[in-house]
């Protein structure tokens, strides 16, 4: 069906088109504030559809109908069009965003009211940092969980270091594969460390014990010096070796050896001295040599 259009005439006076600087964003009713090469500021309408978003400083091209009517028709430039190498960002508390694509490496860049940088992104690498300049930084979950996860390397670099856990506290390293390696475990009152292989390297060492419990299936020891004090030592062994260049023993009151056999090889001289000896034999007593000095 075929409808008629209505015909509005226009004014007698002939309508103007001129460009026009815009100086503020589109108010609710549609209107934009415009100026005329520095003059009083104007409102027009949006007349271009779609309808574009305006900001201060962009140039539009304006008509003026009869009546006064100012109307936007047209878009001569608009900042928002050109790429601009450096942007800001600004929030009613002074916190802004940079965004600087001046450089190979683009950046994103968040700064604090007080302008100190607080988070800055690098496009080109990928690589975000995060600052507290003059502050404290901290991560919060009360109910629920935090995991850091990295697929190369976490670096820990402070003056003060310290790991605090309410049950557990457990550190470990897995291999490619997935499984377990080495790992330390702290639970309640005990500490567990178990590894394939344990190496402690120090200049100094000092450890406090009230009970020690070594077990194991070998031990070797290599030590330049050894000093050992105890108020009572107790060894048992199936065989005991034992091999030196000089034995020096320095007993202040009794010395004596129980055992089934004693056998004694000297291959040098023999010296026993004492004040008193006593040899005593139950059934036979042999004295043999190629000579025996006695007296």
Do not use: W
Not at 96 to 119: A, F, H, P, Q
């Amino acid at each position: 069906m075929t409808q008629k259009a209505t015909v509005v005439p226009l004014p007698s006076k002939t309508s103007i088109i001129e460009p026009a600087t815009v100086t503020g964003t589109c108010d609710p009713q549609g209107f934009v504030p415009v100026s005329y090469q520095g003059e009083s500021v104007q409102h027009a309408r949006m007349a271009v559809h779609p309808r574009p978003v305006l900001a201060a400083g962009d140039e539009v091209l304006t008509m003026k109908d009869g009546r006064g009517a100012i109307y936007i028709v047209g878009i001569l430039s608009c900042k928002s069009e050109v790429e601009e190498p450096s942007r800001k960002i600004q929030l009613s508390d002074g916190t802004t965003v940079r965004i600087d694509r001046s450089g190979v490496d683009e950046s994103l860049k968040l700064y604090s009211r007080t302008n100190e940088l607080l988070i800055d992104y690098r496009s080109r690498t990928g690589t975000m940092t995060i600052k507290a300049v003059s502050g404290d930084m901290a991560f919060s979950a009360p109910n629920g969980s935090i995991a850091f996860h990295s697929g190369k390397e976490i670096d820990l670099n402070a003056g003060h270091v310290a790991v605090n856990a309410e049950t557990d506290l457990r550190i470990g390293v897995q291999d490619a594969g997935g499984s377990s390696g080495p790992a330390l475990s702290m639970r309640n009152r005990k500490m567990e460390l178990t590894a394939p292989v344990f190496d402690l390297t120090a200049q100094r060492a000092q450890l406090f014990l009230q009970e020690t419990r070594i077990a194991g299936k070998k031990l070797l020891g290599r030590i330049g010096s050894v000093q050992f004090v105890a108020s009572k030592i107790e060894s048992a062994a199936d065989t005991v070796m034992a091999r030196a260049r000089n034995v020096y023993r320095t007993i202040s009151e009794l010395s004596q050896l129980k055992a089934g056999r004693q056998r004694t090889l000297v291959e040098g001289t023999s010296h026993t001295k004492a004040q008193k000896t006593i040899m005593k034999s139950e059934t036979d007593f042999k004295v043999k040599a190629e000579k025996i000095h006695l007296g």
